[in-house]
């Protein structure tokens, strides 16, 4: 560690660009030019900084427009929008699914041995309370695979659905949309 008047070059080079913006205090600003004054590789560090420090000063000054930030929330705001019609149309599009695969089921299911089980139990509601599981089992026992696993996975992923693009999950409302309330 090269020492010179109580400071090291670690610590003049931390204090450079605020030795060349005049941010230092009386006492830092005579060690650091006193090292400077003595240590040729510091020196060259602080000639190169303030060398770019002054070519920094000569480049034009651009401001952004005053409207830059409204325009930027205006279009966060769209993106948002575009965002829940889209979440909205997927869900619709898996409801229109779901029914439709429950309705052919139960087309499916107006003939056959799954259709005398739900008849017996609606004629005879106490079959359910007395004898549970084999009601349903009766019905899982006669309910094709295809159709029982479709069920369950358009539900499952519609029931996802929902939940991931309910406007509760999604934060806040757009800007437009609380301006509005």
């Given amino acids: 560690m090269n020492l010179i008047e109580n400071i090291s ?26 090292h400077l004054r003595s240590c040729s590789a510091c020196r060259e560090i602080f000639e190169a900084h303030w060398q770019m420090d002054r070519l920094l000063m000569l480049l034009p000054r651009t401001f952004p427009r ?6 930027i929330l205006v279009r966060v705001d769209r993106a948002d929008l575009r965002q829940r019609w889209i979440a909205l149309a997927g869900s619709v599009v898996w409801g229109v699914l779901i029914l439709w695969v429950l309705y052919s089921t139960w087309l499916g ?35 094709p695979i295809f159709e029982f696993a479709s069920i369950v996975i358009l539900v499952s992923v519609g029931v996802w659905l929902l939940r991931r693009y309910l406007p509760g999950n999604m934060g806040p409302a757009p800007r437009s949309m609380r301006e509005a309330t």
Avoid: K
């Fill in 109 to 143: 299911l107006q003939e056959g041995p799954l259709a005398e089980v739900i008849n017996m139990v609606m004629n005879e509601p106490a079959l359910l309370w007395r004898f549970p599981l084999e009601v349903i089992g009766a019905i899982l026992e006669n309910l």
């Fill in 66 to 71: 005053e409207t830059l930030a409204n325009e």
């Fill in 9 to 34: 070059c670690a610590a003049a080079r931390t204090q450079l660009d605020d030795y060349i913006a005049g941010n230092i205090l009386p006492g830092d600003r005579r060690s650091v030019g006193t």
